[in-house]
Structures are given as C-alpha cells and as structure tokens.
C-alpha cells in the first residue's frame, strides 16, 4: 500500500509543522495526560514530521525510549539534528511494518487525514504494540469559520484531499474505523477549542504555496481564486482584517490492542 502527502517536506512545510505543533500543543499535551498509561517503557510517533510531536509525547508521559518514524527523510534529518538523549528517530513507510520493537503507547497526529485506507493503517499498527498496548490518536473533526476566506480555503483542500481519497475531517468517521480493526476502543471523544484567525491563517498561508502546485489542484482549481485566497489568508495572518477565532474540533480515540 502506498500513500500521497500533499502538503510536502520543504523548509517551508517544516516551518509549518513548528507553528502548528506550538498551535495544538495544548490540546496533544492535555490528551497524553489525561489518557496515557504509566509507565510507559517504548513510545512510538507515527507521522512524527520534523520530530515536533516526538518530543511532546517523549515529554509529557515520561517514556523510557521513543521512535519518530516519518517517510519523509527531509524531516527525519532535521528531527535528528534536535534529538534529545531517549528519542530515536527512523526514517520508514509507516504502510509497511516498521522495523522497530513493540511499544507500550503509540501517538498519531494528523496522519490518518492522509492515508487513503486508514483501517488498513491501524490494522498494521496493532502489530506495533506490546499485548494490550495502547494507540492514542488525535484528527480533525471540525474546522470552522465565518471568514469566507478561511471558510473557502478548508473547502479546497478537503476536496484536494478527497481526489486522493483521502479525508480532511477524518475524525469524523475515526470511531468506527476503529471498531473494524483489532483494538478495543476505550474512549471516544472530540476535545473543541479555538485558535486565533491569524495563527490558522498563518499556517493555510503557509501551506498553500506547497499544494497549489499538486498536479491534482493543478487540474482541479481555478489559479484566479487560489491567488485570492492565498491573498486572503495572508491578509487576515497579517491581521490586517479583523476575523473571529477558528473554532477546532478533535476527534481523540484510545485505543487497547487486543492482540
Ligand atoms: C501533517 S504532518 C503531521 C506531523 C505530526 N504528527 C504533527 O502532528 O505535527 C503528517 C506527517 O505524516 C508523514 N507521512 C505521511 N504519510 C506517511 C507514511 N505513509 N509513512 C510515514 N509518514 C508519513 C508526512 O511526511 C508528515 O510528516
């Protein structure tokens, strides 16, 4: 099985997910607290990125060891170049079973929006852990705005996202997903927030530069309006418009394999 990532491994991406992972660090770390088990021996990120998420996970439940593992080499060399003693990260299709030992806790951000087949993911990942070990996941479920603009920009990559099959608001079809897969679902919830306008358009801003050229958008938008857009977001990231809050829904699954 092979899967599509359409918003890139640039510097530019990279800077990205370090402006995201500080916009969703409170809600990630509050989720770990509330739901990791303890100890944790062996961590795993799937999905780790630039090894943002990594660290956070490695952080906040005191594991003994963690692994990021990312596709992306890009991102693997630069989440090594700021690895801390106890995280290791390894460079791998996370389709195709990673060469890694079980783990006590798995943590997925934002990964599942990107895969085609997400129940085909998370059968594999019960391979990934030690019996009765836990998978924590984290997707969008919500991403509301009275903007046109920023209400737009999340129409176009749902539908960029739905060419590849694949889900922007994955969270909401999460639960039963998982019901189909081998674990035990332990909690289900959708943990609502916001963030500023301007910090969610600082990161659209930021992405959209990397997918407009996606040959898919390519064939599928008008350049006219994603030059409008990209002209929006910045304006509102500038802050030079007055904009409401975002409001952001995460669907948060724990998951108990049962293998
Ligand atoms: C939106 S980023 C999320 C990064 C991080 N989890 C976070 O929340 O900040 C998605 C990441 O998944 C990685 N990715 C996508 N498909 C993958 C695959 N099949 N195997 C491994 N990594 C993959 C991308 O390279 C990217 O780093």
Redesign the pocket.
Known sequence: M????T?G?SDL?ARR?YL??EA?SDP?QAFLKQFAPGPVERAL??????G??TRLLHDTVAAGSTTG????EH?IELARSHAPTGIEFVC?????KPPVPRADLIY????L???ADPGF?LTLWADLLVPRGMLLL?EVALLDSEHPTLTRYYQLVEALQAQYKQSLYIGRELEGIARSAPFIVEHHGQRLFELPAHVMATLHALNLPTWKSDPVAMRNFDPKEIAEVEQGLLRIAQRAELCAPVRIGLTELVLRGMR
Do not use: E, K, M
Request: overall charge negative; aromatic content about 16%.
């Open positions: 092979t899967s599509h990532y918003f491994d991406a997910l995201l992972a969703y990630s990120d799937l999905g780790c990125g630039p943002y998420t593992i990312d596709s992306s991102y791998h299709d996370v389709l195709d997925v951000r934002f990964l929006t990107h895969l993911a984290q």
